[in-house]
Nanobody, 115 residues
Framework: QVQLVESGGGLVQAGGSLRLSCAVS????????MGWYRQAPGKKRELVAR???????NYADSVKGRFTISRDNAKNTVYLQMNSLKPEDTAVYYC?????????WGQGTQVTVSS
Protein backbone atom coordinates (compact mmCIF):
# COMPACT_ATOMS: atom_id res chain seq x y z
CA GLN A 1 0.00 0.00 0.00
CA VAL A 2 1.33 3.41 -1.00
CA GLN A 3 1.32 6.10 1.68
CA LEU A 4 2.50 9.70 1.47
CA VAL A 5 2.92 11.88 4.54
CA GLU A 6 3.58 15.58 4.13
CA SER A 7 5.12 17.82 6.77
CA GLY A 8 6.79 21.18 7.09
CA GLY A 9 3.89 23.54 6.55
CA GLY A 10 3.19 26.50 8.78
CA LEU A 11 2.76 30.23 9.06
CA VAL A 12 5.44 32.45 7.56
CA GLN A 13 5.74 36.11 6.64
CA ALA A 14 5.93 37.21 3.05
CA GLY A 15 9.47 36.86 1.76
CA GLY A 16 10.18 33.93 4.06
CA SER A 17 10.95 30.31 3.31
CA LEU A 18 9.60 26.88 4.13
CA ARG A 19 10.64 23.37 3.17
CA LEU A 20 7.95 20.77 2.75
CA SER A 21 8.72 17.08 3.02
CA CYS A 22 6.83 14.08 1.67
CA ALA A 23 7.81 10.75 3.17
CA VAL A 24 6.77 7.87 0.93
CA SER A 25 6.19 4.21 1.72
CA UNK A 26 5.10 1.46 -0.65
CA UNK A 27 6.62 3.20 -3.65
CA UNK A 28 10.10 4.34 -4.58
CA UNK A 29 10.65 8.01 -5.33
CA UNK A 30 13.67 7.09 -7.45
CA UNK A 31 11.60 5.28 -10.08
CA UNK A 32 8.23 7.02 -9.96
CA UNK A 33 7.34 10.57 -10.86
CA MET A 34 6.43 12.72 -7.87
CA GLY A 35 4.49 15.94 -7.73
CA TRP A 36 3.43 18.73 -5.42
CA TYR A 37 0.01 20.29 -5.87
CA ARG A 38 -1.74 23.00 -3.91
CA GLN A 39 -5.31 24.08 -3.33
CA ALA A 40 -6.33 27.48 -2.03
CA PRO A 41 -9.81 28.11 -0.60
CA GLY A 42 -12.37 28.34 -3.39
CA LYS A 43 -9.86 27.39 -6.07
CA LYS A 44 -9.06 24.25 -8.02
CA ARG A 45 -6.12 22.08 -7.07
CA GLU A 46 -3.14 23.06 -9.23
CA LEU A 47 0.22 21.55 -10.05
CA VAL A 48 3.11 23.35 -8.37
CA ALA A 49 6.11 21.19 -9.24
CA ARG A 50 6.91 17.77 -10.60
CA UNK A 51 9.99 15.58 -10.80
CA UNK A 52 10.14 12.68 -13.23
CA UNK A 53 11.73 9.32 -12.61
CA UNK A 54 14.70 10.61 -14.62
CA UNK A 55 15.02 13.69 -12.44
CA UNK A 56 13.53 16.19 -14.89
CA UNK A 57 11.70 18.96 -13.05
CA ASN A 58 8.77 21.13 -14.10
CA TYR A 59 7.23 24.11 -12.32
CA ALA A 60 4.15 26.23 -12.51
CA ASP A 61 4.97 29.65 -13.94
CA SER A 62 3.87 31.26 -10.69
CA VAL A 63 6.61 29.53 -8.67
CA LYS A 64 9.50 29.32 -11.15
CA GLY A 65 12.68 30.69 -9.66
CA ARG A 66 11.27 30.54 -6.12
CA PHE A 67 10.42 26.87 -5.52
CA THR A 68 12.64 23.82 -5.96
CA ILE A 69 11.53 20.20 -5.97
CA SER A 70 14.07 17.53 -5.06
CA ARG A 71 14.23 13.99 -3.76
CA ASP A 72 16.39 11.92 -1.44
CA ASN A 73 16.35 8.37 -2.74
CA ALA A 74 17.96 6.97 0.41
CA LYS A 75 15.24 8.50 2.60
CA ASN A 76 12.53 7.87 -0.01
CA THR A 77 11.42 11.44 0.52
CA VAL A 78 10.54 14.31 -1.79
CA TYR A 79 11.00 17.95 -0.82
CA LEU A 80 9.65 21.29 -1.91
CA GLN A 81 11.88 24.20 -0.98
CA MET A 82 9.85 27.39 -1.10
CA ASN A 83 11.62 30.74 -1.03
CA SER A 84 10.41 34.32 -1.40
CA LEU A 85 6.95 33.25 -0.34
CA LYS A 86 3.99 35.44 -1.23
CA PRO A 87 0.51 35.67 0.31
CA GLU A 88 -0.87 34.09 -2.86
CA ASP A 89 1.13 30.94 -2.08
CA THR A 90 -1.22 30.31 0.84
CA ALA A 91 -2.84 26.91 0.29
CA VAL A 92 -2.90 23.30 1.37
CA TYR A 93 0.00 21.54 -0.32
CA TYR A 94 -0.32 17.91 -1.37
CA CYS A 95 2.24 15.35 -2.43
CA UNK A 96 1.24 12.84 -5.10
CA UNK A 97 2.51 9.92 -7.11
CA UNK A 98 1.15 7.26 -9.42
CA UNK A 99 1.75 3.54 -9.30
CA UNK A 100 0.21 0.83 -11.45
CA UNK A 101 -2.22 3.30 -12.97
CA UNK A 102 -3.51 4.64 -9.67
CA UNK A 103 -2.92 8.07 -8.17
CA UNK A 104 -1.99 8.43 -4.51
CA TRP A 105 -2.21 11.58 -2.40
CA GLY A 106 -1.04 12.64 1.00
CA GLN A 107 -3.26 14.30 3.56
CA GLY A 108 -1.86 17.76 2.81
CA THR A 109 -0.02 20.36 4.83
CA GLN A 110 -1.19 23.94 5.31
CA VAL A 111 1.02 26.81 4.23
CA THR A 112 -0.05 30.30 5.24
CA VAL A 113 1.88 33.37 4.13
CA SER A 114 1.05 36.61 5.90
CA SER A 115 1.54 39.98 4.28
Amino acid sequence: QVQLVESGGGLVQAGGSLRLSCAVSGSRVSINAMGWYRQAPGKKRELVARISSGGVTNYADSVKGRFTISRDNAKNTVYLQMNSLKPEDTAVYYCTTSRVGRDYWGQGTQVTVSS
